[in-house]
């Protein structure tokens, strides 16, 4: 995986009539957050492809997944509270991102609600911060991995498995199996997913 930039200076907005549009239906600070980002998402594609902000054939509605039309591969967006990452690949792919001093008061209840009972014997000896970190890291991968799915994280949140190295994840209920690689930066912890090893070589990341 490579890092990408964003071709344009911080704070100037670029962005599609479209996007004015449905911005224009969001609260304020909403509407801000979601011209920011997409603004910022033009970016880094235009300098990944050599092209204007504006000629980045982007669709990503407000709660929807971001598409981009054929021939231009695929991205996946993630934002935490001081942070987005974009990812792009020529084949399908999700990424995930959170704090890595994200507090889970709650991390064995989580585990209980939404682990696999093979991921929860995994576990079940771990507690403290060896326990957070776990549940964590398999958070950022299980919802890198309905976003490769293009899921829905309340339907299969609780199909998702990964695996104790977690390089790998299988969805139990449709039989899908991705490849998988967590990574740190700075405050925060990545979750990268793909179908095929291969395919990580591919990846660029835009983070901001």
């Given at each position: 995986?490579?890092?990408?930039?964003?071709?344009?200076?911080?704070?100037?907005?670029?962005?599609?009539?479209?996007?004015r549009a449905w911005a224009a239906g969001l609260t304020a600070s909403?509407?801000?957050?979601?011209?920011?980002?997409?603004?910022?998402?033009?970016?880094?594609?235009?300098?990944?492809?050599?092209?204007?902000?504006?000629?980045?054939?982007?669709?990503?509605?407000?709660?929807?997944?971001?598409?981009?039309?054929?021939?231009w591969g695929y991205v996946s967006l993630s934002h935490c509270a001081?942070?987005?990452?974009?990812?792009?690949?020529?084949?399908?792919?999700?990424?995930?991102?959170?704090?890595?001093?994200?507090?889970?008061?709650?991390?064995?209840?989580?585990?209980?609600?939404?682990?696999?009972?093979?991921?929860?014997?995994?576990?079940?000896?771990?507690?403290?911060?060896?326990?957070?970190?776990?549940?964590?890291?398999?958070?950022?991968?299980?919802?890198?991995?309905?976003?490769?799915?293009?899921?829905?994280?309340?339907?299969?949140?609780?199909?998702?498995?990964?695996?104790?190295?977690?390089?790998?994840?299988?969805?139990?209920?449709?039989?899908?199996?991705?490849?998988?690689?967590?990574?740190?930066?700075?405050?925060?912890?990545?979750?990268?997913?793909?179908?095929?090893?291969?395919?990580?070589?591919?990846?660029?990341?835009?983070?901001?």
């Open positions: 995986m490579h890092q990408i930039g964003p071709d344009a200076a911080a704070g100037e907005l670029v962005v599609s009539n479209q996007e909403r509407a801000q957050h979601f011209l920011a980002s997409r603004s910022w998402m033009r970016s880094c594609l235009a300098t990944l492809h050599g092209a204007g902000p504006l000629q980045v054939p982007l669709t990503a509605p407000p709660g929807a997944p971001p598409r981009l039309s054929d021939d001081d942070a987005c990452l974009l990812g792009w690949s020529q084949q399908p792919i999700g990424v995930d991102l959170e704090r890595a001093d994200r507090k889970l008061h709650a991390s064995a209840a989580l585990m209980r609600r939404f682990f696999t009972e093979a991921e929860q014997c995994e576990l079940g000896e771990l507690e403290g911060d060896q326990l957070r970190q776990q549940v964590l890291d398999r958070w950022l991968v299980k919802e890198a991995a309905i976003k490769w799915q293009r899921g829905s994280l309340a339907q299969d949140l609780r199909f998702w498995e990964v695996s104790s190295s977690l390089r790998a994840a299988l969805h139990r209920g449709l039989n899908l199996k991705v490849v998988a690689q967590l990574r740190s930066q700075g405050a925060w912890r990545l979750g990268v997913v793909v179908a095929e090893q291969a395919f990580l070589q591919d990846c660029l990341l835009c983070t901001a």
